[in-house]
C-alpha cells in the first residue's frame, strides 16, 4: 500500500517562496506518476505539476508555470515542490498523489489519481 505524506505548508506573504515535500512509503515501479494538485476553499481541486518518476519529465498548470518547480530524490523517495513568488492565489491545501498503474503520458487529471496524502495547508496573505 502506497503511502504519501506532505509538509512545508504555512503563512507566508505575497512574493516569498515555499517548498513543500512528499514523503512516498511503499511505492513500486507501477507508481511512476507523481503529482501535486489543490483545492481552495469552495473550489474544485485541481492540478499543479506532474513528474515522471523515471524520465523525470514535468508538466505545469498555466497559473504556476514559471514560478513552481516539481522535483524528486530517488534515493529517498521524496518528491518536492518549490514555490516562488507566491501570490494570494495560491493559498490552498496542497496534496501529493500518484497512480496506482504504469503510466507513460503525464497525466493531469486528478480524477486518474488513486493514492493521496492528507495535505498540506499554504496561505499567501499579508
Known amino acids: 500500500q502506497v503511502q504519501l505524506l506532505e509538509s512545508g505548508g504555512g503563512l507566508v506573504q505575497p512574493g516569498a517562496s515555499l517548498r513543500l515535500t512528499c514523503t512516498i512509503s511503499g511505492r513500486t515501479v507501477n507508481n511512476n506518476m507523481l503529482g501535486w494538485f489543490r483545492q481552495a476553499p469552495g473550489k474544485e481541486r485541481e492540478f499543479v505539476a506532474v513528474?515522471?518518476?523515471?524520465?523525470?519529465?514535468?508538466a505545469y498548470a498555466d497559473s504556476v508555470k514559471g514560478r513552481f518547480t516539481i522535483s524528486r530524490i530517488n534515493s529517498l523517495n521524496t518528491l518536492y515542490l518549490r514555490m516562488n513568488t507566491l501570490e494570494p492565489e495560491d493559498t490552498a491545501m496542497y496534496y501529493c498523489a500518484t497512480r496506482a498503474k504504469l503510466t507513460v503520458e503525464l497525466e493531469t487529471s486528478p480524477s486518474q489519481y488513486d493514492y493521496w496524502g492528507q495535505g498540506t495547508q499554504v496561505t499567501v496573505a499579508t
Open positions: 513528474i515522471d518518476w523515471v524520465r523525470a519529465r514535468t
